[in-house]
């Protein structure tokens, strides 16, 4: 049975569907509307306690955390399409270590951005926060200065090979400039690797494809 | 040559001491001084960039961020002490089921519990400010929500991974463990979640571990 991928292409969803596509992994898409709350029926908490997108059903093995689904794909396609994990311990210890920059601090600036100049505003009917806005702004800069000098001396955050970290970061760094009122990820004379880095991200097949999906830029 | 741990007696801290600890490794723990700004220092962040504790350094080898440091030992030393902190390799499904609570752990009980810790504990011990209950409480609240669901998982299940008690389990403890020191009640409030925090929190490590680390936090409680 084909894979199945639950939720609306949002930042989460968007994880997976481009890591099922690095990995050239047959799947359907199910779109899953919280708008409409069908994230709270009884049938889908069955499969996802908490309630959250995305959730898959890979022939009955239910899996969700969209970081996790990325690394189970990765796992279970290991030799098909490019790596994405790092295997040596070392390398492996620093795919760690930057998985966790990515989704803890990364994740919690770039968010930070977008709930106060997108996500309040347009869903929540929210005013825009601008000290807080600046307040998140300035954080990711920091947090980017160091990619900056990581990205100076290789070609991804790891090393010099793609892994899922890289990728894991595409979402909201694709909102940050869509729809965050900034450019911090194509700034090149600010900071030229994080430019040079984001852009060869976005220019993969793979991504290409998720943002042709009718809904990529929700 | 030793392992080296860097950081003072923080929830981030004691977290990997309680892996090498669970681990049966020796190892030497360099205090790094928030209150002289040493984490900010070029010596330090030369090691760890963004001038945050812990940072490990095993015999030359750098790497930070406490649950990846974890996620090292329990790996170098899969054959030593606790096993399978990880599940094995060759277990897929097992290893997506803990990458599935290592994610729960990071965004659905870190997010909540680091609000906390930030405002309850952060606040007046370096900057000797007041704190603000009402964050606190919106935190407990969020934090309450989640264990609601914990409970349900932990119906059908030992642990947050399965049945095998695993570093997703363990990646609560610190921090658990600093929030119900601050206050929070729902860890009694849902009996599944009751005994699976009784069951790891009396562990013998991290046990251990509390006991060299309380007086730490003690000057704000």
Redesign the interface.
Known sequence: MVLKLYGNLTAAVMRPYCVLLEKNVPFEHIPIDIDKGENRTPEYLAKQ??GLIPCIDDDG?I??????IC??IA??YAHQGPELIPQD??K???Y??W???E???FEEESVGVLLEEYYNPVYFGQEKNPKLYDEHLTKLGK?LD?YE?VLSQQKYLVGDEVTLVDLNHLPNAMLLGAHGGTNIMQDESTRPHVARWFKELTSRDSWKEVMAQPSGEE | MAIKLYGSLTSCVTMVMCVLKEKGLEYERINIDFSTGEHKSPEYMEKQPFGQVPCLDDDGFLVYECRAICHYLAAKYANQGTPNLIPPADDFKAIARFHQAVSVETHNFNKYVWMVTRERVIKPLYFKQEWNQDIIDQAFKEIDDKLAVYDKILAKQKYMAGDTFTLADLFHLSFGTTVIRCGCKSFEKYPNVSRWWNDISSRKAWQEVYEESKHYYDPIF
């Open positions: 306690p908490f093995f899996l969700y955390e969209s970081r996790a690394h189970y796992t279970k311990l070392q492996n210890a620093l760690q270590q998985s966790f920059v989704a803890l601090h947090i160091i000098t």
